[in-house]
């Protein structure tokens, strides 16, 4: 008698499934059991090949084409190696990518990042902070606000293109520090308040540099008090005798340590008592903060040649023109006449720091005048004597400058190969090897046949360092010097390396620290035209002479150097396969010249970047472009 199965007192009845689930069952369980134990099939085609195979089928060698990874659910997962932040930067040739890092001397970026197509560049190094501290006064005009805005983007500009990072405090910090209730409860004199909310906002940084907006570098890269100033190691509370209250540094406990003393002091005891005293306290020398401490609480340094201050003093003796405009009913009149003649002074400053003037590089010079377009512009611009109301001041720091003439200008010329000198500014046109090939050759488009056969190797950076480094060198030593011309701590200050394949410069002005000349008049003496505001403009330089040896070509060639230009443009952005292949196989055919073009790309993309960002950072501030009203399409880049 069978047995009867039950559960939880219910008779169960067990029946056995059909045959053909039995085996589907089966073979799931075998197919289970063998992957875990032997693996997937080796070298089992992606759909993406498949489908690429059926598209492309003259394609040889599928399965090394480079694809994005599958993941295999039955292998082990993989991470990633990891991206530097801010690393990358679009264009419309490719992407350009870069790594920081100490081996960024090698002559090949592939050899550190094991990737063709990013660059290796030296560290990015630190900017140290330098503040300053806008304060307005009530509801201020917007023609005012946007005036004065402009003279803190002015001090911005100047201080970043020093290698500092300018911020923009306000009564926001001050009201931050500890201390900040108790000073208000005092009723201070306003000037006297606001030097102390300058001090209180500086505090809760933590201390640095403390600078008035209108105490602006004026000197070069390399001077000793901007230098020691970037190290951030200040030993001492310190300001400059010089610049009455223009500057201070020091650390942050020596500053609230300050401070604490000053609102400790016996003036402010009783405020009421004291009040014609701590009023005079804002006429003493720096400031009315350095008035209530002793002289035991800050140091007082005698050499600090490399910063100009425009304070009141200075401009009602030194600079009448504009003193006389700084009233109320023309104000706005007045900061714009100063933000030019702060500029124009930050022009000349960079002319006498170049005494042997502007070289622009022009390797390989028979086809290569299309290239250089762009450079002689900028050239033409930075020799131009700077628009100014004043036409023959100089700036505070400097009482015995020299004036640019525009009968003598700063010297300009082309050069036929790369001079290192620090007297001298080089602007240089970092070709692509299929733009400088097309161009060399007189060549249309270039194929795979006549490159082997015809092509010399990496002909720009030989011609770009034969005179500095002879002709025994090997390209791989040559490029490490190009590397050190554009980026070592001595080279780029004094030069600007620009891509020969964008066709527009965005950020000139952060990079010199001052704007451009935007205008130029048709005479031939100073003061042949006079520009809005009472502001007196130069003619502008004429074109450079040729190179000596070299023939001028004719009008006709120049303009088949420039469709050639065009043309290499496009071709550098085809989607064209072969096209792709033919503008890969120029590059390794010329390989130290594709390395010197990355490079110079690179280090321009990351410079950009690094300004984008931080104008990103800064745009709700005080000085910003968007509150100074400047902007539009500064950061298109059609590289």
């Given at each position: 008698?069978p047995?009867?199965?039950t559960?939880?007192?219910?008779?169960?009845?067990?029946?056995?499934?059909?045959?053909?689930?039995?085996?589907?069952f089966?073979?799931?369980l075998?197919?289970?059991?063998?992957?875990?134990?032997v693996g997937?099939?080796?070298?089992?085609?992606?759909?993406?090949q498949?489908a690429?195979?059926?598209?492309?089928?003259h394609?040889?060698?599928?399965?090394?084409?480079?694809?994005?990874?599958?993941?295999n659910?039955?292998?082990?997962?993989?991470?990633?190696?990891?991206v530097?932040?801010?690393?990358?930067?679009?264009?419309?040739?490719?992407?350009?990518?870069?790594?920081?890092?100490?081996?960024?001397?090698?002559?090949?970026s592939?050899?550190?990042?094991?990737?063709?197509?990013?660059?290796?560049?030296?560290?990015?190094?630190?900017?140290p902070?330098i503040?300053?501290?806008?304060?307005?006064?009530?509801?201020?005009?917007?023609?005012?606000s946007?005036?004065?805005?402009?003279?803190?983007?002015?001090?911005r500009?100047a201080?970043?293109?020093?290698?500092?990072?300018?911020?923009?405090?306000?009564?926001?910090?001050?009201?931050?520090?500890?201390?900040?209730?108790?000073v208000?409860r005092m009723?201070?004199?306003?000037?006297?308040?606001?030097?102390?909310?300058?001090?209180?906002?500086?505090?809760?940084?933590?201390?640095?540099?403390?600078?008035?907006?209108?105490?602006?570098?004026?000197?070069?890269?390399?001077?000793a008090?901007l230098?020691?100033?970037?190290?951030?190691?200040?030993?001492?509370?310190?300001?400059?005798?010089?610049?009455?209250?223009?500057?201070?540094?020091?650390?942050?406990?020596?500053?609230?340590e300050?401070?604490?003393?000053?609102?400790n002091?016996?003036?402010?005891?009783?405020?009421?008592?004291n009040?014609?005293?701590?009023?005079?306290?804002?006429?003493?020398?720096?400031?009315a903060?350095v008035?209530l401490?002793s002289?035991?609480?800050i140091t007082?340094?005698?050499?600090?040649?490399?910063?100009?201050?425009?304070?009141?003093?200075?401009?009602?003796t030194?600079?009448?023109t504009?003193?006389?405009?700084?009233?109320?009913t023309?104000q706005?009149?007045?900061?714009?006449?100063l933000?030019?003649?702060i500029?124009?002074?930050?022009?000349l400053?960079?002319?006498?720091?170049?005494?042997?003037?502007?070289?622009?590089?022009?390797?390989?010079?028979e086809?290569t005048t299309?290239?250089?377009?762009?450079?002689?512009?900028?050239?033409r611009n930075?020799?131009q004597?700077?628009?100014?109301?004043i036409?023959?001041?100089?700036?505070?720091?400097?009482h015995?400058?020299?004036?640019?003439?525009?009968?003598?200008?700063?010297?300009m010329a082309?050069?036929?190969s790369?001079?290192n000198?620090s007297?001298?500014?080089?602007?240089?046109?970092?070709?692509?090897?299929?733009?400088?090939?097309?161009?060399?050759y007189?060549?249309d488009?270039?194929?795979?046949?006549?490159?082997r056969?015809?092509?010399?190797?990496?002909?720009?950076?030989?011609?770009l360092?034969k005179?500095?480094?002879?002709?025994?060198h090997?390209?791989?030593?040559?490029?490490?010097?190009?590397?050190?011309?554009?980026?070592?701590?001595?080279g780029?200050p004094?030069?600007?390396?620009?891509?020969?394949?964008?066709?527009?410069?965005?950020?000139?002005?952060?990079?010199?620290g001052?704007?451009?000349?935007?205008?130029?008049?048709?005479?031939?003496?100073?003061?042949?035209?006079?520009?809005?505001?009472g502001?007196?403009?130069?003619?502008?330089?004429?074109?450079?002479?040729?190179?000596?040896?070299?023939?001028?070509?004719?009008?006709?060639w120049?303009?088949?150097?420039?469709?050639r230009?065009?043309?290499?443009?496009?071709?550098?952005?085809?989607?064209?396969?072969?096209?792709?292949?033919?503008?890969?196989m120029?590059?390794?055919?010329?390989?130290y010249?594709?390395?010197?073009w990355?490079?110079?790309?690179a280090?321009?993309?990351?410079?950009?970047?690094?300004?984008?960002?931080?104008?990103e950072?800064?745009?709700?501030f005080?000085g910003?472009?968007?509150k100074a009203?400047?902007?539009?399409?500064?950061?298109?880049?059609?590289?």
């Amino acid at each position: 008698m069978p047995v009867q199965r039950t559960l939880f007192g219910r008779p169960v009845t067990l029946t056995v499934p059909p045959l053909r689930f039995q085996l589907l069952f089966a073979f799931i369980l075998l197919t289970i059991v063998s992957l875990l134990t032997v693996g997937p099939p080796p070298a089992v085609p992606t759909y993406d090949q498949v489908a690429d195979a059926v598209k492309n089928p003259h394609i040889p060698n599928l399965p090394e084409v480079n694809l994005p990874a599958v993941k295999n659910p039955f292998g082990k997962s993989a991470h990633k190696p990891p991206v530097q932040a801010n690393s990358t930067a679009s264009s419309s040739y490719r992407a350009i990518e870069w790594f920081s890092d100490f081996k960024w001397r090698n002559p090949f970026s592939s050899s550190v990042t094991l990737d063709e197509n990013r660059a290796v560049l030296p560290p990015l190094k630190e900017r140290p902070p330098i503040y300053t501290f806008y304060d307005p006064k009530g509801k201020v005009d917007k023609t005012v606000s946007e005036a004065e805005n402009r003279l803190i983007l002015a001090w911005r500009r100047a201080w970043w293109a020093q290698g500092f990072k300018p911020q923009v405090l306000s009564r926001a910090e001050a009201m931050k520090h500890p201390r900040y209730q108790l000073v208000q409860r005092m009723k201070l004199d306003p000037k006297v308040e606001l030097e102390m909310m300058r001090w209180f906002a500086w505090g809760h940084m933590g201390g640095g540099v403390l600078a008035n907006w209108l105490a602006l570098p004026m000197s070069d890269y390399n001077n000793a008090m901007l230098s020691f100033l970037r190290r951030q190691e200040y030993p001492d509370l310190s300001r400059v005798e010089s610049l009455h209250n223009g500057i201070f540094f020091g650390e942050g406990a020596a500053v609230n340590e300050a401070i604490k003393k000053a609102v400790n002091s016996d003036l402010l005891k009783n405020v009421t008592a004291n009040k014609d005293k701590i009023t005079q306290l804002a006429k003493k020398e720096g400031g009315a903060m350095v008035g209530l401490l002793s002289s035991a609480d800050i140091t007082v340094d005698t050499k600090a040649n490399g910063i100009a201050y425009y304070s009141t003093d200075n401009i009602a003796t030194k600079y009448k023109t504009v003193a006389e405009k700084l009233t109320n009913t023309t104000q706005v009149e007045g900061l714009q006449s100063l933000a030019d003649l702060i500029n124009s002074h930050l022009h000349l400053t960079f002319q006498e720091t170049y005494s042997e003037g502007i070289a622009i590089v022009k390797p390989l010079p028979e086809h290569t005048t299309a290239l250089t377009y762009e450079a002689i512009d900028i050239a033409r611009n930075l020799t131009q004597c700077p628009s100014s109301p004043i036409p023959k001041s100089c700036p505070p720091n400097r009482h015995k400058c020299t004036p640019c003439d525009p009968n003598k200008p700063m010297k300009m010329a082309l050069l036929p190969s790369y001079k290192n000198s620090s007297a001298l500014y080089t602007i240089g046109t970092v070709p692509h090897p299929y733009t400088l090939n097309s161009l060399h050759y007189t060549r249309d488009t270039l194929d795979a046949s006549f490159i082997r056969k015809n092509a010399e190797r990496n002909l720009w950076l030989i011609a770009l360092t034969k005179e500095m480094l002879g002709e025994n060198h090997s390209e791989g030593y040559r490029v490490v010097d190009f590397k050190d011309a554009v980026a070592a701590p001595k080279g780029a200050p004094n030069s600007l390396w620009l891509t020969a394949e964008r066709v527009t410069q965005a950020d000139l002005d952060w990079i010199f620290g001052f704007n451009l000349p935007q205008n130029a008049s048709s005479g031939g003496e100073l003061g042949a035209k006079t520009g809005d505001n009472g502001l007196v403009v130069s003619p502008r330089p004429g074109m450079p002479l040729p190179i000596e040896g070299i023939d001028v070509p004719e009008e006709r060639w120049i303009k088949n150097e420039e469709e050639r230009l065009k043309k290499a443009r496009e071709a550098l952005q085809s989607k064209d396969r072969h096209m792709q292949e033919v503008v890969a196989m120029v590059e390794d055919w010329n390989m130290y010249d594709t390395e010197a073009w990355k490079f110079a790309r690179a280090f321009s993309a990351r410079r950009r970047v690094e300004r984008k960002k931080w104008e990103e950072e800064e745009r709700e501030f005080a000085g910003s472009e968007k509150k100074a009203g400047v902007g539009g399409g500064r950061w298109q880049d059609r590289r």
